[in-house]
């Protein structure tokens, strides 16, 4: 069982964005001292629902701070910048670091982000697939050219080359198989999947999957059995298939009583899902429904991990166990406060997951 932090950035009312901030750093800090697995960083403009703007940046900053955990995005949105510039970025972290960056892309919404950066609706709507075999390309040809009807341009070098391991650094980590799942030991590459089409387009690359923390075990399995189907049709191994690492996302609150994680959640998360959903304005003007922000909080409270250790590790337990899934990617700063914060990540790595050794 590999369980890692899911971090936002999320600045709650009464917080400025250096305050989230901080927090994203030292739950970072505190999660490699407790033993965690992994750190995965979203990435938002505009709203202060998550006010990290480039998951990358942050990643190299924290990769800079810490010796063993992961860290990956979750995700970088391939719409709002070049595949190329994402490609090398992603590259020099994972040289750079011996293997421990972890590249996760998504579509994003159809916020105002694509007029401001120029991408347009198309991007979301029609050019994620090129942008993603684009991205794909780069990190494993030594050379490689824009053939699409978005991005074209002339063959060029790729420097550095991500699966030629720089002298002094180790390399890829032990299992990593590289963007395409295939050996080539550049950086693992995991596809946001909200929809049958992408979870399609990721297995017929291999690709695992990062599946969010709205959906229950029993879509999270669905999503996996067609991934598994697509990705054999496709002419992957039954070995790679089994093997796939795809990741789960969650809220984890770690208290003695249930009653009092699930208060702490409820108190903090409706109140930021309020104003930083509430946030997001459409490129095209199209009418949205926002979810109810108590229930949502309830929802994810009964999904996950929240309350005592045991009943922590037995939801984790139960979900790898129904859908296969032994990666996690859990909220932990639904409280909103450093210093909470700080405890629910350390009782997470030193508490729960020794159950599930």
Request: overall charge negative; proline content about 7%.
């Amino acid at each position: 069982m590999r369980v890692g932090t899911f971090v936002l950035a999320a600045q709650f009312p009464g917080q400025g964005p250096g305050e989230a901030l901080h927090r994203a750093i030292r739950s970072t800090e505190v999660a490699e001292e407790s033993g965690l697995d992994s750190v995965w960083l979203a990435e938002h403009h505009f709203v202060p629902y998550g006010v990290c703007p480039s998951a990358v940046t942050l990643a190299a900053l924290l990769l800079g701070r810490t010796r063993r955990i992961r860290v990956g995005t979750a995700v970088s949105v391939l719409p709002t910048q070049h595949p190329v510039a994402l490609g090398e970025q992603a590259a020099l972290l994972h040289l750079t670091t011996g293997g421990r960056f972890t590249l996760g892309v998504g579509r994003g919404g159809p916020w105002v982000d694509l007029e401001v950066f120029g991408g347009g609706l198309e991007a979301y709507e029609k050019d994620f697939p090129e942008s993603l075999e684009l991205l794909l390309d780069w990190l494993t040809r030594p050379r490689v050219a824009g053939k699409g009807p978005r991005y074209d341009f002339r063959e060029v070098a790729v420097v550095p080359r991500a699966d030629e391991p720089l002298a002094g650094f180790d390399g890829a980590v032990p299992g990593d198989d590289g963007p395409g799942g295939d050996g080539s030991g550049g950086p693992e590459v995991v596809v946001a999947c909200t929809s049958p089409r992408t979870v399609r387009l990721a297995a017929e690359r291999g690709l695992p999957m990062l599946l969010g923390m709205h959906c229950g075990d029993e879509e999270k399995a669905e999503m996996i059995t067609l991934w598994r189907s697509t990705a054999l049709a496709a002419g992957r191994s039954p070995e790679s298939v089994r093997a796939a690492g795809h990741v789960s996302a969650g809220v984890a609150q770690i208290a003695d009583r249930t009653e009092d994680a699930v208060e702490s959640l409820v108190k903090a998360m409706p109140g930021w899902l309020r104003e930083g959903l509430g946030a997001h304005v459409t490129v095209d003007g199209r009418h949205r429904v926002m979810r109810d922000p108590v229930a949502y909080t309830e929802l994810l409270c009964g999904l996950h991990p929240v309350g005592p250790p045991r009943l922590a590790a037995d939801r984790l337990a139960a979900t790898a166990e129904r859908t296969g899934i032994t990666r996690f990617a859990l909220l932990v700063e639904g409280s909103g406060d450093l210093a909470a914060t700080e405890e629910n990540v350390a009782r997470l790595g030193t508490e729960v997951l020794p159950l599930l050794v």
